[in-house]
């Protein structure tokens, strides 16, 4: 790892230069038992990486299950998610004492997790059993393992948390969830090897990524309970420049109106990931094989524009003002930094091998990069004077593959001997 990191050093001195150039910012007055830490899943060290987020280090590492990859922080309590695809099963971090603290059996090869607004269920799409685990959290128990298509590979909670949309890979299709019945309400064919879903902050549609399609699905959920009248499909607005399979005009149990698919939009080659603005107005897509992304409005379902962004743009995030897109390109081993605003590249910065997962510190002014084939995190200083730079980069373990972040304080505030370890 050493002889990794060492050469490095130089251009983290040339980036800390260029900050301390710029001039000096008053830090926050952060409580004493204020934490920010990012939660690093390790595919290949099973094991998960706690960052220090304020000081930009390695604070412990906690052992989990077999090839860990999806992570989540529960919003209303100091704990941590880790899917061990491997293990069959979710490791329950306690983010106060940065240990494991619980584990929950699910079904064969989970690979996502997903926790509702209120903290109380997460969904998990078992890739392995065709089914989604119904989590509760306050239990720590499987309430229901829902069957789906073939293939699911990701279950996205609404922020209403009324529903689940499910993409199902193999089946080329989603599965909507609802969450009070638990039980499928609807299942919609979309386009060919659907992988990531979006849910619009209103839960009025979903958009669904489509990697061997080259296509964004829009789908239209209805309201749950409501009561539709349908005749031969005429509620359905198909629109597509290929020839793709068609919604069914009718949900898969009666009592529901029809989610349905809205429109099939063509985007670049191998859509991978999709970053919806927080104000919901446009969602980015990550073009891996046409070294773009594209740009889609979620009013009208329409493709705005699309860009070169970097070779390989694997991942994406969104600032919180909706002004910024960063975007990993694997195969070039940057982070793109595209204006929203004026709808161009506006800079690019040179991270680890074989960046992916992104996220920003909850004051959005460092972007830390899990650099899958690196065993690192870079820590990318967004808010410089000169534009972005890299900061430093943190080793981790081997394949990290996801990134969850947690903000919180202590319920136990710690000692003077604590705070004063924990500031070195």
Do not use: W
Not at 70 to 91: D, L, W
Not at 116 to 133: E, F, Q, T
């Amino acid at each position: 790892m050493s002889l990794r990191f060492v050469p490095r050093v130089g251009r983290f001195a040339i980036a800390l230069l260029t900050i301390l150039s710029a001039g000096c910012q008053k830090l926050p007055d952060y409580p004493p038992a204020y934490r920010e830490y990012a939660y690093v899943s390790n595919g290949k060290s099973n094991s998960v990486s706690v960052l220090d987020m304020r000081n930009y280090r390695l604070i412990a590492t906690i052992p989990v299950g077999a090839n860990p990859t999806g992570i989540a922080a529960n919003p209303q309590k100091n704990e941590i998610y880790a899917v061990n695809t491997g293990g069959n099963s979710i490791s329950v971090i306690d983010a106060e004492q940065n240990r494991v603290v619980g584990t929950i059996p699910v079904e064969r090869a989970p690979f996502f997790i997903d926790v509702s607004a209120d903290g109380k269920r997460a969904y998990v799409a078992n890739s392995g059993s065709n089914s989604v685990s119904v989590i509760d959290l306050v239990n720590r128990r499987v309430l229901r393992n829902i069957p789906v298509g073939s293939g699911p590979g990701l279950a996205r909670v609404s922020k209403d948390g009324t529903l689940v949309v499910v993409s199902e890979r193999l089946g080329n299709s989603v599965s909507v969830i609802d969450t009070e019945k638990l039980a499928v309400r609807s299942s919609v064919p979309v386009c060919t090897q659907p992988t990531d879903v979006a849910i619009l902050g209103d839960s009025s549609k979903a958009f669904v990524a489509c990697s061997a399609a080259d296509q964004v699905a829009s789908v239209a959920l209805n309201p749950p309970g409501k009561q539709v009248e349908t005749q031969g499909g005429a509620a359905m607005e198909i629109k597509s420049s290929r020839n793709s399979p068609r919604a069914s005009p009718h949900s898969a149990q009666s009592g529901f109106g029809p989610d349905r698919l809205l429109a099939l939009l063509d985007v670049g080659k191998t859509p991978l990931h999709l970053a919806l603005k927080p104000d919901g107005g446009e969602i980015f897509v990550s073009n891996f094989g046409s070294d773009s992304i594209s740009e889609i409005s979620t009013a009208t379902n329409e493709v705005q524009a699309s860009h070169v962004i970097g070779a390989g743009p694997v991942r994406a995030i969104v600032s919180s003002d909706s002004s910024v897109l960063y975007v990993s390109n694997f195969n070039s081993d940057t982070v793109g930094i595209y204006s929203v605003d004026d709808g161009k590249l506006i800079g690019t910065v040179h991270v680890g091998r074989r960046p992916d997962a992104l996220a920003l510190s909850p004051n959005q002014n460092f972007l830390f990069v899990a650099d899958t084939a690196a065993g690192d995190v870079s820590v990318v200083r967004t808010a410089a004077k000169n534009g972005a730079v890299l900061l430093t980069i943190i080793p981790v373990g081997q394949q990290p593959n996801a990134i969850a972040v947690k903000a919180f304080i202590l319920r136990k505030p710690p000692s003077p001997a604590e705070q004063k370890s924990f500031q070195k």
